[in-house]
């Protein structure tokens, strides 16, 4: 799933992906198509206030998701890290048209803000929701070798 992987967070995923704190969540937050920055520009953003402080906009309508049953998993034969989790819906959603999905790190999911949420993967995801039930597949968001 995942197009690029944030600087912030290469070598650090997998560990993030353990969920090592008390209160800490992965959280899927959906980018809206317009205005959305390149991959080149948005893979330097350290938090996620950074990556919605240019011209990128969350599509806060539809809203944030967070992920569970989330899996690390050490492949020998292939050599790699992968980390999964499961599939995510949205019932009856509105709004501007979606152009990426970003998954980050929120070490304390009670409080905190968006200048504490690392950035770990983004994904291009090109949807409109139009009230229809949406359900996206989540095969590996993160693969490292």
Known sequence: MGSITFNVALGRAASLAALPAASDA???IPLESSGLETDAVLKDKDTFADVVSGTT???TTIGRKTLASITVTVNDT???VEIDAADVSWTSPTGNAVGAMVVVYDPDSGTGTDADLIPVTKADVVWTPDGTTFSLAIADFFRAS
Request: charged share 35%; glycine share 0%.
């Open 26 to 28: 992965l959280i899927l």
């Open 57 to 59: 906009n969350e599509q």
């Open 78 to 80: 292939l050599d790699r």
